[in-house]
Structure formats: C-alpha cells, structure tokens
C-alpha cells in the first residue's frame, strides 16, 4: 500500500468538508484511482467536478502532484509516488 | 493600548493649517474593524449630504486594518476612502507596497483629511511630527519624479510615498492615488479628490511597530497562515504569472474560452489576438522578475522592461491583468510593448489603468460612430489597435485637452455630453467604468455589477469563477445568484478591513484566530463575518442618503440591450427581469427592502441606530 496526502482548496474543500487528508492506494495506482476512490468516498458531486458526464475530463479543477501540475487528460494514469503530494485547487481570480 | 492598532487617527484640515490627533476608540475598533470599515463609517460621520466631491468640504481617508503591518502574510493593505466624483456616491480603492504598514509604524490607523490648501502642498508624517510641506516644486510632475523629489527632499529612500500625477491636478475624475512608485489606490477617484484639495502627496516615516495583545500566540498564528498560504497552489501561480495567468491558474486564455474577456469597448467577450497579449507572451519578452509587496509571499508585481521596438528601453511594474485587458483588447491592441509602454504612462500621468483603457475604448467607438471628430481629437485618428492613437489620447486626457478634456469627464458625463447614441455604449454602473470582465458573460457577475456600492467594479464580488466550473450552478440561470454575490462579497470585503491582500485567502477561523491573538478580544469567525455585511450595508446607506436606490442598480444599455456579437458567449444579454429577480432575492439576504434601502431593523442589528436616525433625519422612510 502507499499513502498519498490529499489536499483541497476553495470549491473542492466546501464540498469534501476538509483541508486535507491521507489516502492509502495500492502500488501503482494513478490519479485516476485515486478520484476513484475519493468518489466512493463523497460521491457524484465530487465526480462532477472532474468529469462530464459523458466520462471526458471536465478543466473545472486544477491539480498538482508533488508541485507540479497535471494534466487529467494527458497524465491520468500515470502512476503515483507513495508519500505523493496530491492538491485540488480552484484558482480565485478578479485582480 | 489595543493590540493590532497604532491607536491614533490623525485629522488634517488644509485649509486651517490645522492637525489633530484622535485616540482610537476601541469601542468604534471592534465594530468596523479597520480598512475600509472604518474609512465608511468616518465618511458617514464626518461628511454632509449632497457636498460636491471636489468641494473643501469632501473628506479623503487614508486608513489601515489591524492586520497591516503584522507578519501576517500580505498584511499590507491601506485604504482610500472618500465621496467619489465619478459617482457622486461612496468611493474607495485598496493600495498595497509598503505606504499601509508605514502609515501605521508612524503612529495612525487612519488619516482624515478636509479642507483645501491655498497653495500646492503634501502632508509630511515623521512618526509624531506631522505638518505640511510646500509642494510647489512637484506640483505639475508625474508620480514618479514627485516620489524621487520627496525622498531626495527628506534625504531618506525609505520614506513611503503615496502621491497623485497631473491628472489628478486636472481633476481627472479617474486619478488614482499612487504608492510606492506602481501601486494604486485606483477606482473611487481618490486621487481627483486630493488634486481638488491642492495635496500632493502623503508621505510617511514610521520608526514604530505593532504590538499584539498575546505575541507568541500571534507569531505562532501567523507562522501558520505563512505556511498555509505558501503551500497553496495559488501563491505559486500567482509568482509564476501574476494576476494574468497563463501557466499554472485560469488566465486571459481562458476567459476567452470563456467569453468573458472584454474586446472592443464590449462589444465581445473574446478577442481574436489574445496569445499575442496572454501570460506566456509578456513572460518571455518582457519580465525582468517578481516584485512583492511587505510581508507578501506572493510576489504577483511584475518588473518589466521593453526589450524591442519604439518603447525599447522602458521599465515598468506591470502591466497586469486589469491593463493588458483595457488598454489591450478593450481597444484592439494587441501588441505586448505598446500596452505595457500605455501602462507606464497611466502609472506616471497618475490614471486608474481599468477606468483610463474603458475611457480610450468608448472614445474610440465614438470616433468611429463619428461622434467625435479628427478636429475634435486635434489631429489624432483614432482608430482601434492603434496603441500610438491611444497613447496620444491619454495624454490628451490627463491635460485635458482638445476632446481630453471632455474624456477626462469619465464616460458617463463624457456620453452626456457628446450626446447621440453614446450614453447606450458607455460602459459604466452608477458613473463608474466597468473592468476587464464582460457584464454578459454570468448573471451572477451582472448582479455584483449592478449592485456594487463603488459602481462598475469587481472589487465587491467576482463570481465568475464558480459560476462557470461548480456543475451545480449555470451562469445563465439567475438560479442561487443573490446569495453566492452575498457570500463572495463578504469573502472579499472582509480582507479590506482586515487590512489583507484578497489573493489566496484563508478561512474566516483563521482570522478569528489571529484577531484573538492579535487584539485579545473574544472574537469568533461569526462575528466577523457580519463585519462586511455590516460594511456592505453602511455604505449602502451613505448612498441612499446620497439619492441612490433601486434605479441605479443597473447595468449599462450594451448589456441590457445589445447582445454580445462573437465568441462563446455570442448572443447573451441581461434581461431586465432577470436582475430585478436577482434584486429583490439579494435585498432580502441583505435586510434591504424593495428599493434597496436597509430596513432600520437591519441597521439596528449592527448597532447603527444612529445611521438609521441620520437617514430618518432626511426624510428618508425606512421600513
């Protein structure tokens, strides 16, 4: 097993009710495993926000592993790092 | 004293010679809190009903939060608070760099200032000593050689400078006040006040500090909102791109995408050349490095210089998102040095950047409409995209000459007075222009417009962002309008007072923490957050009291009338009816009634029965 610290941000955080949490995945598991898990854990809303229904990604949230940010699309099933830095943001703008 | 405030509001009356320090009563501290909460209850108090705003009598506010000048993270922010002469109604403008914290170090929460000066001067504070200096010699300056004059005068780089350009000396209605070289306490017309009243300048010297009621339990507090606010993801975005995005964040890009992205006086929301003026562009041809304000993580300031072409050689802070949107596509210019030359000269002619390009971009449609006229321009052909046209005018305006003079009106009066179809293209709410955001692109966004106690600003409240990504709303649809404008209105009015930079908030429990460590009041993150609606609401008051109501809660005729003509958001227009059922829900939340006037239960719930007996006193009926 590997742990992952989830973090969440605006949007995101009122919906899961959290700042941040661990989340224990199998070896190799993506950051499409982990949404999956994470759905089972605060439903379609929380799938709402990351795909259309139809299944395509929806660019609502951004996310960041370990800095750096990923492209759902393009880097979904690219395999975590146990001690992984997981964060969904929505930015805030209106400078 | 009370922890978090310096403790003192210094009066200056220009026209007596005359200062005058007042203790800061703790009991006025806790109510409004700082910022902006306390410049909107001093301007109720200390100003009459009907005053002309360039009037002597008229009142400018300087005032800090207790956040400012702390470690907290972005503890910066200073306000400006007067009776705006764009709108004739309550004005202010948020400015952050180092002249906040100064201000406070010097010994002041707050500065009120009255009266004129019978000749140019600007208010020199040294810690205690405050008097006023002649100002004869920077009079007719732009901000940036009045800033060098002032520090070289005092022989001291380090005094904050916070100063008005010429436009201001033309009662320019959109003159900004300017700290810190490029910083802008920008939208309420503050800076045309000071011009009227003969000041110059502001400076400051502060060799104090601010104390906390329990100062372990404030490092710590702070240390950890530090933390939080550095490993956001929006600090970095904000480091890397500024306010403009273009890598980590949503981004001009996106707002076309979006269709939210002013183009050509409003007339769309997406511009066809945006990679040319987006984040990526400005990053690898002009940005020099990041510039922060005191004690900010952020660094969102971008030092820029022009590397190629006709402005090769010039350095600015900037431009950020506001400008490169107004001066760029809201004119159809589409080259990254021209708007970052036409930045630098709103910077030193001393202009609000958003209300100067939404100026440039109506006189551009009126020229275009024939409604005014080459012999009107004194030459200049002044068609869209043509930054050297622009630039011209600009000038043109902060002198007020030729059509300049008639521009530097702002575009509501200007329209009356060009007359013709102008009024129905003068994009502005209550006298003051919109911002780089398209009015047509949410219903939300059009609600927060058209009730905005400043006028056509985003400063209240910017819902663009949840209305378009939450799948449980539709920016369409007026659908839970009223109370996300509500909600997001407090969430960003709240740091004003706070004395806080908005970018990269923390939770209403973090500032409860701080503000308990900070002042050793019992205060819960419930009881700041009626703080804002209390604000919200006062303001809203000073504005009735000033004639305003429902009626001027619109939007303006382009978007009620005209839809948007390409891009994603082609073909939308705010119905009528759909604001006034946003309206009606959002004066409810608000304990307003029907034609938005605060009900007196309401202003009795925030302890301002002396407001209410004031509005009573002018045969205003409240329900």
Redesign the interface.
């Known amino acids: 097993m590997m742990n992952i610290k989830v ?1 969440y ?1 605006a ?1 995101i955080r009122e919906l899961v009710q959290k700042e941040e949490e661990g989340v224990e995945l199998v070896e190799g598991s993506s950051l499409r495993d982990l949404l999956e898990q994470l759905t089972k854990e605060y439903g379609a ?1 929380f799938r ?2 990351f795909f259309e229904r139809d299944g395509d990604v ?1 660019h ?3 996310m ?1 592993a370990d ?1 750096a ?1 990923v492209d759902l699309a393009k880097d979904g099933n690219r395999r975590l790092k146990n001690g992984s830095n997981v ?1 969904f ?7 | 004293m009370l922890g978090g405030y310096a403790g003192k509001i210094l009066h200056v009356d220009l026209s007596k010679r005359m200062f005058k320090k007042e203790i800061l009563d703790p009991k006025f501290a806790r109510a409004f809190l700082g910022g902006r909460g306390f410049g909107a209850k001093l301007l109720f108090d200390h100003l009459e009903p009907g005053v002309d705003p360039f009037s002597p009598d008229n009142v400018l506010i300087f005032a800090t939060g207790p956040f400012t000048g702390t470690n907290m993270p972005k503890g910066q922010r200073y306000s400006v608070v007067t009776k705006s002469p764009l709108t004739g109604g309550y004005g202010d403008g948020e400015g952050g760099g180092h002249f906040g914290p100064e201000l406070k170090f010097a010994g002041y929460d707050a500065l009120i200032v009255k009266g004129k000066a019978d000749k140019p001067v600007y208010i020199w504070i040294d810690d205690e000593t405050a008097r006023l200096e002649d100002a004869t010699h920077i009079w007719g300056r732009g901000v940036f050689e009045a800033d060098k004059i002032i520090k070289d005068d005092k022989a001291d780089k380090l005094v904050r400078v916070a100063a008005v350009g010429p436009a201001a000396e033309k009662l320019v209605r959109f003159a900004a006040v300017t700290n810190d070289l490029y910083r802008h306490a920008a939208r309420g017309g503050g800076g045309a006040v000071m011009g009227s009243k003969n000041l110059k300048a502001v400076a400051v010297r502060g060799f104090g500090g601010v104390e906390a009621a329990n100062t372990d339990e404030f490092n710590k507090v702070a240390e950890e909102a530090m933390k939080k606010t550095y490993d956001n993801p929006g600090r970095k975005g904000m480091y890397d791109w500024g306010t403009w995005g273009g890598g980590g964040g949503w981004d001009l890009k996106q707002y076309n995408l979006w269709g939210i992205h002013p183009t050509r006086n409003y007339r769309s929301g997406y511009f066809e050349n945006y990679e040319k003026i987006y984040g990526k562009n400005f990053r690898d041809r002009l940005l020099l490095k990041q510039r922060a304000c005191f004690a900010c993580p952020l660094a969102c300031g971008r030092h820029a210089l022009i590397r190629d072409g006709p402005y090769k050689g010039t350095f600015v802070e900037g431009p950020e998102y506001e400008t490169i949107t107004m001066l760029g596509s809201d004119c159809g210019v589409d080259n990254i040095e021209a708007i970052a030359k036409a930045h630098q000269m709103c910077d030193d002619l001393g202009f609000d950047g958003i209300s100067a390009g939404n100026v440039v971009a109506f006189a551009m449609e009126c020229y275009e409409k024939g409604l005014i006229t080459k012999e009107q321009t004194g030459g200049i052909e002044l068609k869209w995209g043509d930054p050297e046209a622009q630039m011209a005018l600009l000038k043109k305006i902060a002198y007020r000459e030729d059509i300049g003079d008639v521009l530097a009106e702002g575009v509501k009066i200007a329209a009356e007075k060009i007359g013709g179809s102008a009024p129905d293209f003068a994009m502005h709410v209550k006298g003051l222009p919109l911002p780089a955001y398209e009015p047509r692109g949410a219903l939300g966004q059009a609600l927060a417009f058209a009730i905005s106690d400043l006028g056509g600003s985003h400063d209240r409240a910017w819902t663009y962002g949840e209305e378009i990504t939450n799948p449980k709303l539709d920016r369409f649809s007026t659908d839970a309008k009223a109370e996300l404008v509500k909600n997001n209105m407090r969430m960003r009015t709240l740091p004003d007072i706070l004395g806080y930079c908005r970018f990269v908030l923390l939770s209403y429990d973090d500032y409860a923490k701080a503000m308990a460590a900070l002042t050793g009041w019992n205060i819960t993150a419930e009881e700041l957050m009626t703080v804002p609606d209390k604000v919200t609401t006062l303001t809203r008051a000073f504005n009735v009291r000033e004639g305003f109501g429902r009626k001027d809660d619109i939007l303006p005729p382009r978007a009620m009338k005209e839809p948007v003509v390409d891009g994603p958001t082609k073909g939308r227009m705010v119905t009528k009816e759909e604001l006034d059922k946003m309206l009606d829900e959002y004066y409810l939340l608000m304990g307003w009634d029907k034609d938005g006037i605060p009900k007196r239960e309401t202003l009795e719930k925030y302890g301002m029965t002396d407001v209410a007996e004031k509005l009573t006193s002018r045969g205003i009926l409240l329900s």
Not at chain 1, 89 to 95: A, D, I, K, L, S
């Open positions: 973090q941000y949007l809303d709402d926000l929806a609502r949230i951004l960041f800095g940010e964060q943001f929505q930015p805030v703008g209106g400078g």
